[in-house]
């Protein structure tokens, strides 16, 4: 089976952005202290922080994620290939 559960996926999504919120958290306290008090005045005023941030952020792109999701799967079919040759397989 090569395709992902709706579970599988989003637990895959879930942790792409765990990893690129904990890598880019130094871009992203900084936009936060620049957004602090702000409303309408943060799309101008912290317009770099926030592109730092995005750029940061990539790794939950579409690129990224389909080479997550394609070594999710590899080591899924790793992982059943040693349990097949694990368990012994009763003779007709």
């Given at each position: 089976m090569n395709a992902l559960s709706r579970r599988?996926?989003?637990a895959?999504?879930?942790a792409a952005k765990?990893?690129?919120l904990r890598e880019c958290d130094t871009v992203v306290k900084d936009?936060?202290?620049?957004?602090?008090?702000r409303t309408i005045s943060v799309a101008w005023a912290c317009r770099e922080?926030?592109?730092?941030?995005?750029?940061c952020m990539v790794h939950t792109g579409p690129e990224p994620m389909e080479a997550v999701?394609?070594?999710y799967l590899r080591l899924r079919k790793l992982q059943q290939?040693?349990?097949e040759e694990r368990t012994p397989q009763a003779s007709p």
């Open positions: 599988e996926e989003e895959l999504l879930k765990t990893r690129a936009f936060a202290e620049c957004a602090a008090g922080p926030l592109k730092k941030v995005q750029d999701r394609a070594e290939l040693q349990q």
